[in-house]
Structure formats: structure tokens, C-alpha cells
């Protein structure tokens, strides 16, 4: 088969130039960047009251495996 067979149709021809795919998707990130500002333009903003959030808030505890320990010391990251 030639390409004379299968027409003038390539399918490269039908692409743009790269100036304009890169216009393109700056267009592109532009007005997907532009939703999201609009979406939080219309969101309520962060309550500022101090009894909307919780007096007291447990610190998270950390596990510590033995081989994460064996590692630190052997480091001189003592963890104790």
C-alpha cells in the first residue's frame, strides 16, 4: 500500500502548529484556573469565632516500630 493508495488524508497534516496547541492549553489552564476561583468566590468563608472550633484537640501518637528505632539509633536519632 502506498500513500497514494490511501488518499492525501494523513493524519498529521490535520495537526496544528505547536505555537498553537501551546496556546491552546494555555487557555485551557486559564479558564480552569478562572472556575476555580469562582467556586471559592461563592463559598462561605472560614468561621473566625473561637467557639466554632473545638477546645480541645488530642495530638495524634505516633508509633514507632522497632525497626524505624533500630535505624534511628544506629543514626544517632535517639527516639525516645
Same mark, same amino acid.
Given at each position: +500500500?502506498?500513500?497514494?493508495?490511501?488518499? #492525501?488524508? !494523513?493524519?498529521?497534516?490535520?495537526? #496544528?502548529? %505547536?505555537?498553537? +496547541? #501551546?496556546?491552546?492549553?494555555?487557555?485551557?489552564?486559564?479558564? !480552569?484556573?478562572?472556575?476555580?476561583?469562582?467556586?471559592?468566590?461563592?463559598? %462561605?468563608?472560614? #468561621?473566625?469565632?473561637?467557639?466554632?472550633? %473545638?477546645?480541645?484537640?488530642?495530638?495524634?501518637?505516633?508509633?514507632?516500630?522497632?525497626?524505624?528505632?533500630?535505624?534511628?539509633?544506629?543514626?544517632?536519632?535517639? !527516639?525516645?
Amino acid at each position: +500500500m502506498t500513500t497514494q493508495d490511501l488518499g #492525501s488524508h !494523513l493524519t498529521y497534516d490535520e495537526l #496544528s502548529t %505547536p505555537t498553537e +496547541m #501551546s496556546a491552546d492549553a494555555r487557555e485551557v489552564v486559564t479558564s !480552569l484556573h478562572l472556575e476555580r476561583v469562582a467556586e471559592a468566590a461563592v463559598q %462561605p468563608a472560614v #468561621s473566625i469565632h473561637f467557639d466554632d472550633y %473545638p477546645r480541645e484537640v488530642e495530638k495524634p501518637e505516633i508509633q514507632v516500630s522497632a525497626a524505624a528505632a533500630r535505624i534511628a539509633n544506629a543514626l544517632h536519632l535517639h !527516639l525516645d
